[in-house]
């Protein structure tokens, strides 16, 4: 038994490594993936859907847009540049597609999305009343 271990001494010691790195680096992966808040966003008939999102200020949102319509291509439009944040989110999804973004912890407040679509003549899609709210609420640390 002891010549045993003694020819794969070398193997095994990689095989610890291995399995100690990855159990140090894998923790804060699966911590960051799971912080993030995955709300589901429908988009059609000239409304978002939900058309008020609340979240907690600092968390991390995944927002999975869907757009309904089968012909109608839509637009999730965020500005918050004017409340001195450094987000500006506008993101085109086309008729029957699905698209994921992934907005940054936020402060609280109130903040306008928006789908900024328009035909020629035609009145625009938030004009249509295709808009919501994004509130972000104190955490209670604040």
């Excluded at 020819?7 to 399995?19: C, D, E, N, Q, S």
């Excluded at 989110?89 to 306008?112: N, W």
């Amino acid at each position: 038994m002891n010549r045993f271990l003694t020819g794969y001494r070398g193997l095994l010691w990689a095989v610890i490594g291995i399995t100690s790195l990855w159990l140090l680096l894998t923790p804060p992966v699966l911590q960051a993936a799971a912080a993030a808040r995955s709300i589901a966003v429908t988009m059609g008939d000239y409304k978002f859907s939900p058309d008020e999102i609340r979240v907690q200020a600092g968390d991390s949102v995944r927002l999975e847009l869907t757009n309904t319509d089968g012909v109608t291509p839509h637009n999730f439009t965020l500005q918050a540049k004017a409340a001195g944040l450094d987000v500006n989110v506008d993101v085109d999804v086309g008729a029957g597609k699905t698209e994921i973004i992934d907005l940054p912890p936020l402060a609280a407040g109130s903040y306008s999305f928006h789908c900024n679509k328009k035909l020629l003549f035609m009145k625009s899609h938030r004009e249509h009343g295709m808009e919501g709210k994004l509130i972000v609420e104190p955490t209670g640390r604040d």
